[in-house]
């Protein structure tokens, strides 16, 4: 049976909290077979979602509280990053590139999240919240490892 | 973040420190316009040889300079990516429209 480990921290949303955000994650993360590459795009997945959750869910309020949940099971790395903001009324417009409602914001957060993660849902109900689930596999290192061992 | 600034040939060079992202934007945003504002410059040089991680709204920073430099004719060049950051600009396509050195001293060499 896989082993399984798991990690639940909740912060205040200021963005102060972003670098450790990311790299408690990725830290915990980096039990498994993650390369160094695919470490530094779980930090990308982190800080993305968590600047949403600041930004768009709590719309910069540093009272509120941004919730992740990670899970390890063998090879595999469930990452869940949630608030309890204002939710996102249109999903799919939020999720198209270049889409902000600011002139400097790229709009490319759930871009580089969905990029960089095998699986990625978006839950969302306005006035209550949103939270992203993304899931990113190391097995394939395992394979590579073995093969060249 | 830390930054360093200085002008050489007719270029705003900014050497940068440490972690961009959405803590440090809003701080970076009003110092580089400041110095824009200021500085008799053309073109900006951006050296991230040591950051070692950029979000989106770091980029997003970038692009709003981009925008403005090149709207006077201007330049905006990028030196010393590193792995993860040069990963976010590929994927961003920053780097379709920004020109790239490997080093500052090359870049200033080549600016015209």
Redesign the interface.
Same mark, same amino acid.
């Given at each position: 049976m896989a082993t399984s480990n798991q990690l639940t921290i909740e912060f205040s949303s200021l %963005? *102060?909290n +972003? %670098?450790f955000a =990311?790299v408690a994650v990725a830290a915990f993360a980096s039990q498994i077979n993650f390369t160094m590459?695919e470490l *530094? /795009?779980i930090? $990308?997945m982190v !800080? /993305?979602a968590v !600047?949403n959750s600041?930004?768009h869910g709590y719309n910069n309020s540093p009272d509120e509280k941004v919730k992740i949940n990670a899970v390890i099971q063998g090879q595999n790395f469930h990452l869940e990053i949630e608030d309890y903001g204002c939710g996102i009324e249109d999903i799919e417009q939020a999720m198209e590139p270049a889409y902000s409602t !600011? /002139? /400097? =914001?790229?709009? +490319?957060?759930f $871009?580089?999240m969905q !990029?960089f993660s095998e699986y990625m849902n978006i839950d969302s109900v306005p006035e209550k919240g949103t939270k992203v689930t993304l899931s990113k596999s190391a097995a394939s290192n395992t394979e590579k490892n073995y093969v060249t061992n | 973040m830390q930054l360093h600034t200085s002008i050489e040939n007719h270029t705003l060079v900014i050497n940068l420190y440490g972690d961009i992202d959405m803590s440090v934007t809003e701080n970076l945003r009003s110092t580089l316009e400041e110095k824009l504002d200021n500085e008799p410059v053309s073109n900006l040089l951006i050296d991230l040889s040591n950051v070692e991680f950029i979000d989106s709204s770091g980029l997003g920073v970038i692009l709003g300079r981009y925008n403005r430099i090149t709207r006077s004719g201007g330049k905006v060049i990028l030196t010393g990516l590193k792995p993860q950051v040069r990963n976010v600009m590929e994927l961003s396509g920053l780097l379709r429209i920004m020109e790239e050195y490997s080093s500052t001293g090359e870049a200033l060499s080549n600016i015209s």
């Open positions: %963005s *102060e +972003l %670098s =990311r590459h *530094e /795009e930090k $990308v !800080s /993305e !600047s600041i930004t !600011s /002139e /400097e =914001r790229m709009g +490319l957060g $871009v580089f !990029s | -």
